[in-house]
């Protein structure tokens, strides 16, 4: 299969609704934040060279530059999440007729499964660099855009929490007490951070005010 990056929109939908496992749950979780970061970027780029924004310019451009490449790094993890079960599948196709080779198989499937929780934490903590952006397009860019700025925040939110979904049924295969207590106390604090910002993101805004 093609790096699903290079995928039209038609055609990642179609493989992900198949009965194929991945991609699944988190690479769309790392799509939905690429676009949340594509939002911000689109607000700072219609903020750019309008008058009346002249105060807020260097802003806006930094924010265009800074979401660009969190945009990249995000599409980047719609293949990498799909790949990180890799190693775990393969480790059950190992040799399980000694007890040497079923605790080398043991061992094996936990360093995939421990890969499989580490990638889409690293999507959620990319995702969460969009919470800034999008809170500042809202609040100071250009006005007939904000709605595009709450909905950023908003698919920030969801990139998150969707992510650390997958981090959590992972961790509960994972055997290794500290590494489980470790990612845990991650995925509680990018939680309420997520929570946090979308609602502040939202007040922003009249718009919301019903939400």
């Known amino acids: 299969m093609a790096d699903l990056k290079d995928l ?24 939905a934040g690429a676009v949340a970061a594509a939002l911000s970027e689109m607000v700072a780029n219609l903020t750019i060279g309008k008058k009346g924004y002249e105060e807020c310019e260097e802003e806006m451009q930094k924010i265009a530059k800074e979401a660009s490449l969190l945009r990249a790094e995000l599409i980047a993890g719609i293949q990498k999440d799909a790949s990180s079960f890799n190693g775990y599948m393969d480790a059950l196709s190992l040799p399980k007729e000694t007890e040497e080779e079923k605790a080398f198989r043991r061992e094996k499937m936990q360093e995939g499964l421990k890969a499989a929780a580490q990638v889409p934490l690293e999507s959620a903590e990319t995702a969460a660099k969009v919470f800034p952006y999008a809170l500042a397009v809202v609040k100071s860019g250009n006005k007939n855009a904000v709605t595009d700025g709450l909905v950023s925040g908003m698919l920030a939110r969801t990139a998150v929490l969707s992510a650390l979904l997958n981090v959590k049924i992972n961790l509960g295969s994972i055997k290794d007490e500290a590494f489980v207590a470790e990612m845990s106390a991650k995925v509680d604090a990018l939680e309420k951070e997520a929570l946090r910002c979308e609602a502040e993101i939202l007040k922003a805004s009249d718009l919301t005010s019903s939400l």
Not at 10 to 25: I, L
Request: aromatic share 4%.
């Open 8 to 31: 039209s929109v038609e055609e990642f939908a179609a493989v992900t609704a198949s009965d194929s496992p991945a991609p699944g749950g988190g690479s769309v979780a790392a799509m």
